[in-house]
């Protein structure tokens, strides 16, 4: 299953893209529910993200950045899951920052996901969509207030 979002934000695509660290990653934490970043190395090929969820999952995820690159139009790193909360199967998951102009970028989430079987799989779906949606708000605000 896949679930592509797009936000419209200020800052050259370069910029943007080295600002996805820690601080943001802060800022992109879910207001609800209880989630600890236990390690983030960065969004480089071979960096690790590690979070550990309370209640109601109780659970770890862990993602490795398995790519990242960049050329004149767009910058982009690609984080794969390796340990995720039940009930998903797989994840992955592509950053990407396209140039618009000099001063505008798009930054977009490309989610590739499944679930133990089937209709879990579909079930995850309006969850992770609802869990992800308010990315593009905060990117936002993040991005606009400091470029």
Do not use: C
Request: charged share 25%; proline share 5%.
């Amino acid at each position: 299953m896949n679930i592509t979002l797009h936000a419209e934000v200020k800052g050259n695509y370069r910029e943007i893209m080295a600002a996805f660290d820690r601080e943001l990653f802060e800022a992109l934490k879910p207001p609800r529910g209880k989630m600890d970043i236990v390690e983030f190395t960065g969004s480089k090929k071979g960096d690790n993200v590690h979070l550990r969820f309370g209640r109601p999952i109780n659970s770890d995820w862990i993602s490795e950045i398995i790519e990242d690159n960049q050329t004149d139009t767009q910058a982009w790193f690609i984080d794969v899951g390796t340990t995720l909360p039940w009930p998903l199967a797989s994840w992955t998951h592509r950053h990407s920052v396209q140039k618009v102009t000099e001063h505008r970028s798009i930054i977009i989430d490309d989610m590739t996901f499944t679930g133990r079987n089937w209709l879990l799989t579909i079930l995850l779906y309006p969850v992770i969509l609802i869990g992800f949606y308010p990315r593009k708000k905060i990117y936002q605000q993040y991005f606009n207030q400091r470029f």
